[in-house]
């Protein structure tokens, strides 16, 4: 994906990883968007997040796999990762679910994908997570929950390229905070490492009926940052899968977005392969706010880019998904 202004020479190139997924889908706005309703996230139609407050995890297990998650980051000359309280408990609640349906992988039998699992919980960093399985025929596992939890973590950052993608999401420079959580029973055991990529000081998100179903964002970039563009992206309504169709989903990426919204007035400003629209209302102290309305049913997640200066090039700072139906 390229950020362009088209009358001039500078080009700002978006890396990205993986297939994309979803449809094209056109950005007009048609009759049927005043019969949607909010399906997901669930609530008063209201969230707000802030960034993170400095923390370190309580518990003993999750103590231990953080610290060896920055122990190998720093080992590989990176910075460490912040604990994220928030999305440890969306991983636990994940781990919990896995053993319950007997599954394993990214997916739950909801058809759900892993960035709107976070996003429905109100947690807008943008995402990247790791899966760890254990099994036993035994009664019990003679480890300790402990060693487990590390031992997953240590298969992890021993694969091997191509087959790294577990390695390279724990040593990717971009991210800025993590949350572990994990689950034990029936002879399973289950670990997610929930990585995210944070830009914002805070994120508000306010979904309106009137005069149509709308998202209204409200947020704040962190110091000497500045948003640059939005991206939204569509695909179908999750369906409900069966376990195998769950167990034989290993990978996953964020679907290809079709609109993208940049700074009013930045008419000349183009997101390639999307329908750009000067959309984003930016205040003089950085903060800024839009406003999408859904043309049809489906999930959309909006991926906001951030950078320190008009010459550096954009990253992904934030993202949340919306569930319409």
């Avoid at 999750?62 to 590989?76: C, G, P, Y």
């Avoid at 990762?81 to 599954?103: G, H, K, L, M």
């Avoid at 099994?135 to 596992?141: C, E, G, I, V």
């Avoid at 979904?207 to 640059?228: C, H, K, N, T």
Wanted: aromatic share 10%; net charge neutral.
């Amino acid at each position: 994906m390229k950020l362009a202004r088209r009358t001039a020479a500078l080009t700002l190139c978006i890396a990205g990883t993986g297939l994309w997924i979803g449809s094209w889908l056109t950005a007009a706005s048609t009759s049927d968007s005043k019969r949607l309703i909010l399906f997901a996230p669930t609530g008063a139609g209201r969230w707000h997040e802030d960034w993170p407050s400095e923390s370190i995890p309580a518990d003993p297990v999750k103590r231990s796999v953080f610290q060896k998650i920055n122990e190998d980051r720093l080992q590989a000359g990176l910075s460490p990762v912040a604990w994220d309280e928030a999305v440890s408990r969306v991983a636990d609640e994940f781990c919990a679910r896995q053993i319950a349906e007997r599954t394993r992988g990214h997916f739950l039998m909801d058809g759900i994908p892993p960035y709107a699992r976070t996003g429905f919980a109100g947690v807008f960093g943008k995402g990247a997570e790791n899966s760890v399985s254990w099994l036993t025929s035994a009664s019990s596992f003679s480890e300790t929950v402990t060693e487990l939890a590390l031992a997953g973590h240590k298969e992890m950052m021993a694969e091997k390229p191509p087959a790294d993608g577990h390695r390279k999401t724990i040593l990717n420079p971009e991210m800025t905070h993590v949350g572990v959580g994990y689950a034990i029973d029936h002879g399973r055991f289950q670990l997610a490492q929930e990585f995210l990529v944070r830009g914002l000081e805070r994120l508000e998100l306010k979904v309106s009926d009137e005069p149509r179903p709308s998202a209204i964002f409200e947020g704040q970039p962190r110091a000497r940052r500045v948003l640059r563009f939005v991206t939204i992206a569509w695909e179908a309504t999750p369906r409900s899968i069966t376990r195998e169709e769950a167990n034989a989903r290993i990978t996953y990426s964020y679907p290809k977005p079709f609109l993208a919204y940049v700074p009013e007035g930045e008419v000349r400003l183009h997101v390639s392969d999307t329908q750009t629209q000067d959309r984003l209302l930016m205040r003089r102290d950085g903060s800024f706010s839009f406003v999408f309305s859904p043309p049809q049913p489906g999930l959309y997640t909006v991926v906001l880019y951030t950078s320190s200066q008009e010459t550096v090039e954009p990253r992904p700072s934030a993202s949340a998904t919306l569930w319409f139906e």
